[in-house]
């Protein structure tokens, strides 16, 4: 598979104002290890949308360079689908457990900041864990408008991007000229 086909866009997040049964809504599929991209492939293959946010990764050898794109949240892929299809989904390989999100708003804006983030192409570091700070809003460049939580890492200004959901994030690099306290 492509890592392009992997890369989504935000053009498919609907903010749904009811949550029914019947309408489509946002899901955490937990996976097996080191097979998130095994597991988005079996959901295009049924028709089923995912979110795979995917970071650069550059491992460097004496003769050559190598690209990965790995997941910006290993052992998660976020869901957009139906209820019904939740025994489609567990009939995969992949899947350990499917978790509906309850704030399915915060979990849309705090998707699409962290989406925003990797269409800019900024470096990304993914971060295991939430550590207070200020919070916030980055007001020029190409993620004009994304909220989070800065930290200082090595001297250097880093803004956290996180899904509260999972209680994981990414760290991306900014100039401290480019953001605003909230």
Same mark, same amino acid.
């Given at each position: 598979m492509k890592e392009d086909q992997l890369k989504t866009k935000t053009e498919f997040f609907l903010h749904p104002e009811e949550e029914e049964e019947d309408l489509p809504q946002w899901m955490l599929a937990c996976v097996k290890p080191r097979s998130e991209k095994k597991f988005a492939q079996y959901c295009s293959e049924r028709n089923i949308q995912y979110c795979l946010p995917l970071y650069k990764s550059i491992k460097k050898y004496p003769r050559k360079k190598l690209i990965f794109y790995k997941p910006c949240f290993?052992?998660?892929?976020f869901l957009y689908t139906k209820e019904k299809n939740r025994i489609n989904l567990y009939q995969s390989f992949y899947l350990l457990k499917l978790i509906k999100i309850k704030n399915q708003k915060l979990f849309i804006n705090q998707l699409e900041s962290i989406l925003l983030? =990797?269409?800019s192409g900024v470096e990304l570091i993914p971060a295991k864990e939430f550590k207070p700070g200020t919070i916030v809003q980055i007001c020029?460049?190409?993620?004009?408008? =994304?909220v989070g939580v =800065?930290?200082? =890492?090595?001297g250097t200004c880093m803004v956290y991007l996180s899904i509260d959901f999972i209680s994981r994030g990414v760290l991306v690099e900014v100039d401290i000229d480019n953001i605003e306290s909230l």
């Open positions: 290993p052992g998660y892929v983030a =990797i269409e020029r460049g190409p993620m004009q408008g =994304i =800065i930290q200082k =890492i090595k």
